[in-house]
């Protein structure tokens, strides 16, 4: 059955993989199409592949040759081996045919999109360092289900850097090196089970080798947003239930952790704003000087999606009351609402300011009017500004056995940048 709207073709845009079966077929009792993307950019292109399975589910190279045809050729092209290259905006349904078994998709033409990485497990944790994009996801089917993995910014083939089976929940890298934050895994069977709250702070180089823990502190939890400075390691440790936490920086060549703030629930973790390691906590915002000292840069309530720029902080707010994107800038005065709606995920660059809100992208010039990147992706999206683009992942789910998918995808923001 085809899909006719966008948000539709991206669900299950990473797998890009459904199963239609069909009863009586001579030949093939089933087809299953695949497909490398179910959204592309104008010249752009991308791989469809079949697969034929019997009655008794056994999946084989289709016997009878696979027909590809695209109902609006002048919007997406298909050719003979299921390559489809984008002609213009608009959507054309792509069919594979195989004896009387037959699949359809909906592949949706976007004028500036394209596609940096496909079938890909949920990601998580999206940075940005120097020509690479990297990130963290879940295999539910792997014996070791997380991962970290990176992309050339430009696109092209993952490539996997490490897998574990301890969950990460953030993550940075600096120079030669990723500096992540993650919970060990813990068999809640086993006699000696006392919570799950058992967080650490590991650094493992990126072209490969053993990890090194820099930090650990049993019962707590930790922030996802970890800061490398000077040769520290800045990251918050909490407890659970948010009503104590600590600030602390640990050397990167390792020892004994130093506790730099002790109050609040610095859930965010640590970013870097004008330069210096900034934290929420008790409902203010501080930040570490270079001179030992913590200053009070502002009041804030329940922030998430903590970003930090040389000159402001930005967060997002889950109130009904309050929500939106909100700024301070470091110089002082008051936070200022700068958009509205259910945002989550904002990122900034040189003079704008992207966000996810349900299902789509917006970006937003200083001061200016927001203006759609995205509508109807499938659920929230991280996103990044990089230069004149703005890069987000949606947080598909496909309801068949492959579990959570997703892709990295690239916009570029209409009405560009600031120089």
């Given at each position: 059955m085809a899909r006719t709207s966008w948000g539709a073709a991206l669900r299950g845009y990473g797998m890009g993989a459904t199963l239609v079966a069909l009863a009586g077929c001579a030949g093939e009792s089933r087809i299953w199409v695949e497909a490398s993307a179910l959204a592309l950019g104008p010249g752009g292109t991308?791989?469809?592949?079949?697969?034929c399975y019997r009655s008794g589910g056994e999946r084989r190279p289709c016997t009878d040759e696979v027909r590809w045809s695209?109902?609006?050729?002048?919007?997406a092209s298909v050719d003979g081996h299921g390559r489809v290259t984008g002609k213009a905006e608009g959507r054309a349904v792509i069919s594979a045919s195989s004896g009387s078994a037959h699949d359809e998709r909906t592949i949706s033409v976007v004028p500036g999109l394209s596609v940096l990485a496909g079938r890909l497990h949920t990601p998580g944790g999206l940075v940005a360092h120097e020509d690479e994009l990297l990130w963290f996801s879940e295999d539910e089917e792997a014996a070791e289900r997380y991962g970290v993995?990176?992309?050339?910014?430009?696109?092209?083939?993952?490539?996997?850097?490490?897998?574990?089976?301890?969950?990460?929940?953030?993550?940075?890298?600096?120079?030669?090196?990723?500096?992540?934050?993650?919970?060990?895994w813990v068999d809640q069977?086993?006699?000696?089970?006392?919570?799950?709250?058992?967080?650490?702070?590991?650094?493992?180089?990126?072209?490969?080798?053993?990890?090194?823990?820099?930090?650990?502190?049993?019962?707590?939890?930790?922030?996802?947003?970890?800061?490398?400075?000077?040769?520290?390691?800045?990251?918050?440790?909490?407890?659970?239930?948010?009503?104590?936490?600590?600030?602390?920086?640990?050397?990167?060549?390792?020892?004994?952790?130093?506790?730099?703030?002790d109050h609040g629930a610095p859930y965010n973790g640590v970013v870097l704003a004008g330069g210096r390691p900034?934290?929420?906590?008790g409902g203010k915002l501080e930040r570490y000087e270079a001179d030992g000292t913590v200053t009070v840069l502002g009041a804030v309530d329940s922030p998430n999606d903590l970003v930090g720029t040389p000159t402001h902080l930005l967060w997002t707010r889950p109130r009904p009351d309050r929500d939106g994107?909100?700024?301070?800038?470091l110089s002082g005065g008051e936070p200022e609402r700068i958009a509205r709606g259910s945002a989550t995920f904002v990122s900034t660059g040189p003079g704008v300011v992207c966000w996810s809100e349900e299902d789509q992208v917006y970006c937003q010039r200083d001061r200016g009017r927001?203006?759609?990147?995205?509508?109807?992706?499938?659920?929230?999206?991280?996103?990044?500004?990089?230069?004149?683009?703005v890069i987000f992942a949606p947080f598909g789910f496909e309801a068949d056995t492959h579990g959570p998918s997703s892709s990295l995808f690239a916009k570029t923001i209409p009405g560009g940048v600031t120089p």
């Amino acid at each position: 059955m085809a899909r006719t709207s966008w948000g539709a073709a991206l669900r299950g845009y990473g797998m890009g993989a459904t199963l239609v079966a069909l009863a009586g077929c001579a030949g093939e009792s089933r087809i299953w199409v695949e497909a490398s993307a179910l959204a592309l950019g104008p010249g752009g292109t991308v791989a469809f592949e079949a697969e034929c399975y019997r009655s008794g589910g056994e999946r084989r190279p289709c016997t009878d040759e696979v027909r590809w045809s695209s109902s609006e050729p002048s919007v997406a092209s298909v050719d003979g081996h299921g390559r489809v290259t984008g002609k213009a905006e608009g959507r054309a349904v792509i069919s594979a045919s195989s004896g009387s078994a037959h699949d359809e998709r909906t592949i949706s033409v976007v004028p500036g999109l394209s596609v940096l990485a496909g079938r890909l497990h949920t990601p998580g944790g999206l940075v940005a360092h120097e020509d690479e994009l990297l990130w963290f996801s879940e295999d539910e089917e792997a014996a070791e289900r997380y991962g970290v993995y990176r992309v050339p910014i430009a696109g092209g083939m993952p490539v996997e850097v490490f897998r574990q089976r301890d969950k990460i929940v953030g993550m940075t890298a600096d120079g030669t090196d990723l500096y992540y934050v993650y919970r060990i895994w813990v068999d809640q069977t086993d006699p000696g089970y006392q919570g799950d709250s058992d967080y650490r702070l590991a650094k493992r180089p990126l072209a490969g080798g053993p990890a090194t823990d820099l930090a650990r502190h049993p019962g707590l939890r930790m922030g996802p947003n970890v800061v490398v400075l000077d040769g520290y390691v800045y990251y918050a440790s909490y407890i659970g239930t948010f009503l104590s936490g600590q600030v602390h920086r640990v050397p990167i060549a390792g020892g004994t952790p130093e506790t730099l703030a002790d109050h609040g629930a610095p859930y965010n973790g640590v970013v870097l704003a004008g330069g210096r390691p900034t934290w929420e906590a008790g409902g203010k915002l501080e930040r570490y000087e270079a001179d030992g000292t913590v200053t009070v840069l502002g009041a804030v309530d329940s922030p998430n999606d903590l970003v930090g720029t040389p000159t402001h902080l930005l967060w997002t707010r889950p109130r009904p009351d309050r929500d939106g994107v909100w700024r301070l800038a470091l110089s002082g005065g008051e936070p200022e609402r700068i958009a509205r709606g259910s945002a989550t995920f904002v990122s900034t660059g040189p003079g704008v300011v992207c966000w996810s809100e349900e299902d789509q992208v917006y970006c937003q010039r200083d001061r200016g009017r927001r203006v759609t990147v995205a509508a109807g992706v499938d659920g929230p999206s991280q996103t990044l500004v990089l230069g004149d683009r703005v890069i987000f992942a949606p947080f598909g789910f496909e309801a068949d056995t492959h579990g959570p998918s997703s892709s990295l995808f690239a916009k570029t923001i209409p009405g560009g940048v600031t120089p």
